[in-house]
T-cell receptor, first 116, second 115 residues
Framework: DVKVTQSSRYLVKRTGEKVFLECVQDMDHENMFWYRQDPGLGLRLIYFSYDVKMKEKGDIPEGYSVSREKKERFSLILESASTNQTSMYLC???????????????FGPGTRLTVL | KNQVEQSPQSLIILEGKNCTLQCNYTVSPFSNLRWYKQDTGRGPVSLTI?????NTKSNGRYTATLDADTKQSSLHITASQLSDSASYICVVSPYSGAGSYQLTFGKGTKLSVIP
């Protein structure tokens, strides 16, 4: 079974702090994604990566950066946390194939981040 | 712009009853459509996947249908159980010859099954 793990389930930080959210997948997936999920807005893509050291902006990259130094690990960084970044953060991974049937994204359990 | 609209936003049903959730999309060209189940405080988990050539797909008490002509899908839950209480998210993948990385997510339907 694919397993995607996230470093914390719950996190409380103060405004201005630098925050690291870590995600690890154990199925040798090429693609990894970071989403945030807010009530009434659904999942929104922050960044994704299709290879080591590669990254692409999603729909809402402002205020975030990412790092992918190893294939299995994808980190989301909040350089200076703000209260509007309080949210549920979900990491996902998928295989890279030309057929869309193989692009199922497997999600981690999520990190609920509160910025005070 | 690719969009996925789900209805209703929320639904309350009695345990043992059936229900149907709706999903309309404008994603084109279309590759496949998935329904995910998300328990409270957890990540989404895939229930079904259908390509444009498939009309129906079942997974236990969950049956998804797809009409690619009208760009509509539904998820039917039979004999609901308390454990079906969750958000159900419709996710559509556009076709991309280079590989479909990005998905279009609906906002979900929050289902509550009460005893």
């Amino acid at each position: 079974d694919v397993k995607v793990t996230q470093s914390s389930r719950y996190l409380v930080k103060r405004t201005g702090e630098k925050v690291f959210l870590e995600c690890v997948q154990d199925m040798d997936h090429e693609n990894m994604f970071w989403y945030r999920q807010d009530p009434g807005l659904g999942l929104r893509l922050i960044y994704f990566s299709y290879d080591v050291k590669m990254k692409e902006k999603g729909d809402i990259p402002e205020g975030y950066s990412v790092s992918r130094e190893k294939k299995e690990r994808f980190s989301l960084i909040l350089e200076s946390a703000s209260t509007n970044q309080t949210s549920m953060y979900l990491c996902a991974s998928s295989l890279r194939r030309t057929s869309g049937l193989y692009n199922e994204q497997f999600f981690g359990p999520g990190t609920r981040l509160t910025v005070l | 712009k690719n969009q996925v609209e789900q209805s209703p936003q929320s639904l309350i049903i009695l345990e043992g009853k059936n229900c149907t959730l709706q999903c309309n999309y404008t994603v084109s060209p279309f590759s496949n459509l998935r329904w995910y189940k998300q328990d409270t405080g957890r990540g989404p988990v895939s229930l079904t996947i259908m390509t444009f050539s498939e009309n129906t797909k079942s997974n236990g008490r969950y049956t998804a249908t797809l009409d690619a002509d009208t760009k509509q899908s539904s998820l039917h839950i039979t004999a609901s159980q308390l454990s079906d209480s969750a958000s159900y998210i419709c996710v559509v993948s556009p076709y991309s010859g280079a590989g479909s990385y990005q998905l279009t997510f609906g906002k979900g339907t929050k289902l509550s099954v009460i005893p």
